[in-house]
């Protein structure tokens, strides 16, 4: 009898342990801690390596216009709710301003019409989402690095903050607003650039109206839309979940170049 | 039987067993380490395509352009199928690809989630495993590829020599080989031809195929090795050869999993973790290789 017990004990002690191997065996494993710090070695040995291999300048594939997407998907945020953005876009964009501000020497306001009279790059460039497709599209915007230039960075700047007008995920906290960040040696490639026009045409709201930014060698995560304040930082930690974007507070790698 | 055999453990009929000494360190240790890590990128790699369960073909592809492959959740009324489509053909794959159960509920997703690493939707914990275990693969390949160089271990144990590539030698080792009977004996002391072609087709195409593949998907890569876009004819396209390369390497897995086991589980797993492997030298008496039965 106590043999019987023992066995049936065994018997459904064995079938649990399996099952728990079995079916979430790994999961145990991916959330665990020490697990998740030993894998986010990659993404610094990713960036170390592709810098060193990129160079600062060398440039994103440019393509033709026969490339461009029929269709460019858009993603994220396809029209930003709040009262702000509502009263902004009724105006067609008149009354905003790209502020620019943090660590520079001359914090600065920006209409539309001023960005669209300065000189401007135009590149065909492909954007890749990070859950792998692509969309080929035609870009018109200045470039950061000018910008940048003439507002003056402080010597302690390291990284530059794309500050958004969507609220992606409504949070009673407000830490659902949408950001994004770069280092130096993107913010200053020659094909970052603040997009006002895509394929000819001003900027939809869907792809991020009136400005929206270009990183061309990183994910689309990284290519934040609705611009309404660009911020020089010393470090990412102060910002919402420290982790410099949006995505990068929920688990995405901050150096999205693969 | 064959674990108490030793080199003077004399049977006769069958010849005697010698040990010999098959597999290197290396080669065993990176073997092992290639298990993990294949093992590991395959599963975080379906976590990783389910994000996006369609393949293009080209520079770009997104929800509005033709694809290639797709799995998708069809509503029909109250139910859910779901279906995969290749080119033009359509199946209905529920349960397992487009649909499959979570928590006892169908749920739309393109590889089920007893495939998926981890189980659940969560693209980037898949990445940041896929990456992770990525770089140790290529670590590994790098070691591997350079012992295999300079130690001549392509040289000495994977490449054919001209008799083996001759077209009878290689029809009478296929045949052989379908119907699972192996060389024995001093033949059994190197690979065969089947074995070193597939072998060189792994470790010199597949293997690197996955990496171009894989880096060639990166929009940093491509800024470093635009030529990469040309070879494979675009990102969505390397996306896809991604995907068909791993089918490929699952092929392979099978495969030789399969002739690992008919050709003898305990000899060839011995000979894989100690290095040391059991052939039958023959008997004094003549006998024809080929004419030797189990």
Same mark, same amino acid.
Not at chain 1, 29 to 34: F, K
Not at chain 2, 25 to 28: A, K, S
Not at chain 2, 129 to 132: L, S, T
């Given at each position: 009898m106590s043999r019987l017990i023992t066995r049936r004990r065994f018997l459904i002690g064995s079938t649990l342990?399996? =099952?728990a191997l079995g079916l979430s065996g790994c999961d145990v494993?991916? $959330?665990?801690? =020490?697990v998740q710090q030993a894998l986010r070695m990659a993404e610094g040995l990713t960036m170390r390596t592709q810098r060193l291999l990129l160079g600062d300048n060398a440039l994103a594939r440019e393509f033709t216009a026969a490339d461009i997407s029929p269709v460019f998907r858009a993603n994220g945020t396809s029209m930003p709710d709040g009262a702000q953005y509502q009263e902004l876009l009724s105006k067609q964009f008149s009354q905003w301003q790209l502020e620019i501000g943090g660590l520079v020497e001359r914090p600065t306001k920006l209409s539309l019409a001023a960005l669209k009279a300065m000189p401007a790059r135009t590149q065909i460039t492909r954007h890749d989402c990070v859950e792998g497709w692509s969309a080929i599209g035609q870009w018109t915007g200045v470039p950061l690095g000018n910008l940048l230039h003439s507002v003056g960075l402080k010597p302690e700047a390291r990284y530059i903050v794309f500050h958004c007008a969507d609220e992606f995920e409504k949070t009673l906290d407000g830490s659902g607003w949408y950001y994004e960040s770069i280092d130096l040696v993107d913010a200053f490639h020659p094909q970052t650039i603040l997009a006002h026009s895509m394929n000819g045409h001003d900027l939809e709201v869907a792809h991020g109206a009136p400005l929206r930014l270009r990183v061309e060698r990183q994910l689309g995560y990284k290519q934040a839309k609705y611009l309404m304040r660009i911020e020089a930082v010393a470090d990412l930690s102060q910002l919402y979940g420290g982790n410099g974007g949006f995505w $990068?507070?929920?688990?995405?790698e901050w150096y999205a170049g693969i | 039987m064959d674990s108490t055999v030793t080199p003077t453990g004399i049977k006769p009929?069958?010849?005697?067993?010698?040990l010999i000494r098959r597999h290197s360190?290396? /080669?065993?240790l990176s073997h092992w380490l290639n298990v993990l890590c294949m093992t590991v990128l395959l599963f975080s790699g379906l976590q990783i395509f389910n994000a996006h369960p369609s393949l293009y073909w080209g520079m770009y592809g997104a929800d509005n352009d033709p694809s290639i492959l797709s799995m998708e959740a069809v509503e029909n009324g109250d139910t859910v199928k779901g279906v995969t489509k290749i080119g033009s053909l359509t199946f209905d794959t529920t349960g397992i690809l487009g649909v499959s159960t979570v928590d006892g509920e169908p749920a739309a997703r393109g590889f089920p989630a007893w495939i998926t690493l981890p189980s659940y939707q969560d693209l980037a914990t898949g990445r940041r495993?896929? @990456? @992770?275990f990525a770089w140790l693969f290529v670590i590994n390949g790098v070691i591997y590829m350079a012992y295999g160089f300079f130690a001549r271990h392509f040289r000495r144990d994977l490449l054919p020599t001209a008799d083996e590539l001759k077209p009878a030698n290689l029809g009478h080792e296929i045949t052989e080989h379908a119907r699972l009977r192996f060389p024995k004996g001093e033949k059994a002391r190197n690979y065969n031809a089947l074995q070193k072609l597939t072998y060189l087709l792994v470790i010199f195409i597949l293997l690197p195929v996955m990496i171009a593949t894989g880096l060639t998907m990166s929009p940093g890569f491509d800024a470093v090795a635009p030529w990469l876009l040309d070879l494979f004819g675009g990102r969505q396209s390397a996306r896809t050869l991604h995907f068909v390369t791993a089918t490929a390497l699952i092929a @392979? /897995?099978?495969v030789h999993v399969v002739m690992v086991i008919a050709s003898g589980l305990f000899n060839n797993m011995r000979s894989m973790i100690t290095g040391r492997y059991a052939i039958e030298t023959e008997p004094s008496s003549v006998g024809h290789q080929g004419e030797l039965t189990p």
């Open positions: 342990t399996a =099952s494993l991916v $959330e665990n801690p =020490s $990068e507070d929920r688990g995405y | 009929e069958r010849g005697a067993k010698t360190l290396t /080669v065993r495993w896929h @990456f @992770f @392979f /897995v099978l």
